[in-house]
C-alpha cells in the first residue's frame, strides 16, 4: 500500500468548541458535544482547558459521581490532584495522563495543586460496551515519561498514548491490555513541515484537535482542508489511512475508535444504554451503593 494506491480521509465537518464552565467553576471548551455522540460513538465528550489566570480553575472538580464509561484526563501543563472513592489517587501533570474507569461507579475529584501558572490540558470520555458498564472501577497514572515517543523520518513526534503507531503500543495498552473499541489516541507535535501517516479502518470513528498552530488534512491527489486552531475536524469514513501536513510547531490530538453502535443515554455523569439503567444509576447513587 502506498499513497498512489490507498486513499486518505477527507475533512467531513469543522467544530469550534463552546465556551463552558463545568465542577467549581472551571472554565473549559466542549469541543465534543452531546450531539455529536453517535458521530463519534464511542466518544462521548471532550473537553479543552487551557488558562494562565487561577480564576479560571481553582474550584476545580469538587466531588461528583460516574458510571458506566471511561475517562482519559491528558495534562499539557499543571498539576491536579485526583482521588476516588474506590481508593485510588494520583497526581496529574505535564505531559501524564490518566486513565479511569469509572465502571459500575465511582465518586472522584480532580483538584488543581497550584495557585498560579498555566493549567491546560484535555478530559475525553471514552464509552464502555454495555456488557461492560457495570466492571470494577479502575484507574491508570500514567506519568509522561511513561508515554512511548516515536520520531518519524518525516520529523513528526508522535505520542502514543493509547492504540498502535507504527508498531509501538501505546502506554495505555501496556503491559497487555486491549480495549473492545481500540481506541487510537495519538499527541503529535511537528518538529519539522512533515506529513503524518497512520492506516486507519474507514469504519473507524476519528477526528483531529488542533491545539498549536494549524493542520491540513490531505485527501486524495493531494488535497488539502486545513483545521485552524482549537477546531476539532471530523475526519470522514472513507480510504484507509489518515494523512495531515503541518509546519514546525503545531500540535495536534489524533483520536479514533471503532464505533459501539448501542443505544446511548446520558443523565449527566452517567452514560448507559437504557433510561431504566439511568434511573438505576440515580438510586444507586441516592443510596450510597457508589462508596465502598
Ligand atoms: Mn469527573
Known sequence: MNSTTSTSRSLERLVLGRATRDGDGVKLTRV???????????????????????????GGFPDHPHRGFETVTYMIAGRMRHKDSAGHEGLLQNGGVQWMTAGQGVIHSEMPEQEAGSMEGFQLWLNLPGKD???????????????????????????????????????????????????????????????????MPST????????????????????????????????????????LQAKTGTRV???????????IAQYGPFVMNTRAQLMQAVEDFNNGLFTP
Open 253 to 263: 490530538l489524533l483520536i479514533a475508535g471503532q464505533p459501539l453502535r448501542e443505544p
Open 204 to 243: 473507524y470513528n476519528a477526528f483531529v484537535y488542533t491545539y498549536r498552530g494549524e493542520v491540513a488534512v490531505v485527501s486524495k491527489q493531494g488535497q488539502t482542508q486545513a483545521v485552524g486552531l482549537h477546531h476539532m475536524g471530523i475526519l470522514r469514513n472513507e480510504g484507509e489511512q489518515v494523512q
Open 133 to 199: 458498564k457495570m466492571c470494577a472501577p479502575a484507574y491508570r497514572d500514567i506519568q509522561s515519561q511513561e508515554i512511548p515517543e516515536v520520531l518519524t523520518a518525516q520529523g513528526v513526534r508522535v505520542r502514543v498514548i493509547s492504540g498502535v503507531f507504527e508498531g509501538v503500543a501505546g502506554a495505555v495498552n501496556r503491559p497487555v491490555q486491549t480495549y473492545p473499541t481500540d481506541a487510537l489516541y495519538l499527541d503529535l507535535h511537528f518538529e519539522g513541515d512533515a506529513l503524518f501517516v497512520q492506516p
Open 32 to 58: 465534543l458535544t452531546a450531539d455529536l455522540q453517535q458521530r463519534l460513538d464511542p466518544f462521548l465528550m471532550l473537553d479543552q482547558f487551557g488558562s494562565d489566570d487561577p480564576n479560571d480553575y481553582g
